[in-house]
C-alpha cells in the first residue's frame, strides 16, 4: 500500500491543496495526517473540510487541542496563543464539532501514528536520538510517524546498533525493510528546516521504502490570508524562508 503521510498544516490552506495534488500524482492509497490542521494560518475551515474530504485517518495536534478548549493556551508563545484565540474566534461549528472528535495518537495498519512523539502525543519535539530511542522502547509497531517539530527526518535502529538519525530533505529515499523506524514527514503549512516549500512523506509498506517530498506553493496568498486577517505579521513573514 502506499500511503502519503502528512502533518502540521496549520490553517494553510494553498499548501494544503498543493501537496493533495503531489499525493494525486503518484496514486497514493492512503492519506494519513498527524495533526494540527489549524494554528499558525488563517484559512482554518478550507484545512479542516479539505482533511475530512482526503484523509483516511487525521489526529489531533495541540494547535487543534487548544482551540477546542482541551489544553491550556498558556503554555503557547505570544504568536502561537495569537492565533489560537483568532481561529477560536473565526472557526465554524462543524469544524470545531470535527476537532473535537481527534485524538493525538493512533494507528493504520502496520504504522504507529503520533502527533508528537510515542511518549507524549501532544507536546514532544522528537530531534535528538536519544529522544527517539527512548519512544522506540514504547512503540508497538516497528515503524512509527510522528509530526509536530515541522522537520523532516527519520530515526532508525536495528542489530543492536545505536539509534542512528539525519534530517531528510525532498528527494531523501530509505529502505525500511528492518529495524525500527520513526518518520517525520516535515511540515505540510510551516516547514522549519529553511526550505519554504511544502513536506510531505510517501510510504510504500509493501516494499517498505519511504521517499520524502516537497512541493511549491503561492506562499504569496497564504501570507496575504494572514495579514488580512491580522494575525502577527512573523506569522506571515516566516513562510517564506521556511523556518
Excluded: K
Amino acid at each position: 500500500m502506499r500511503i502519503a503521510l502528512l502533518s502540521d498544516v496549520h490553517g494553510n490552506l494553498p499548501a494544503f491543496r498543493a501537496v493533495l495534488a503531489d499525493v494525486d500524482s503518484v496514486g497514493a492509497d492512503q492519506v494519513l495526517c498527524l495533526g494540527d490542521l489549524v494554528g499558525y494560518g488563517a484559512q482554518p475551515d478550507g484545512c479542516v473540510a479539505l482533511a475530512r474530504e482526503r484523509c483516511d485517518v487525521c489526529l489531533a495536534g495541540n494547535h487543534d487541542l487548544v482551540v477546542t478548549g482541551a489544553i491550556d493556551i498558556a503554555d503557547f508563545s505570544p504568536s502561537a496563543a495569537a492565533a489560537a484565540i483568532w481561529t477560536r474566534e473565526h472557526i465554524s461549528a462543524e469544524s470545531l464539532e470535527y476537532l473535537r472528535g481527534l485524538e493525538p495518537a493512533g494507528s493504520s495498519g502496520e504504522i504507529g501514528l503520533y502527533h508528537a512523539s510515542p511518549r507524549d502525543p501532544v507536546w514532544e519535539y522528537v530531534l535528538s536520538t536519544w529522544q527517539a530511542g527512548e519512544c522506540m522502547d514504547l512503540m508497538g509497531p516497528r515503524v512509527g510517524a510522528i509530526g509536530h517539530s515541522h522537520v523532516a527526518l527519520y530515526f532508525s535502529r536495528a542489530g543492536g546498533r545505536p539509534v542512528g538519525g539525519a534530517a531528510a530533505p525532498g528527494g531523501t529515499q530509505r529502505d525500511l525493510s528492518e529495524g525500527e523506524w520513526l518518520l517525520n514527514p516535515g511540515g505540510v503549512g510551516q516547514p522549519r528546516d529553511r526550505d519554504n516549500r511544502a513536506a510531505w512523506l510517501l510510504l510504500d509498506t509493501d516494499v517498505w521504502d519511504a521517499e520524502w517530498r516537497r512541493v511549491e506553493y503561492p506562499i504569496e496568498e497564504a501570507a496575504e490570508a494572514i495579514q488580512a486577517a491580522g494575525l502577527p505579521a512573523e506569522l506571515a513573514g516566516r513562510l517564506f524562508y521556511g523556518q
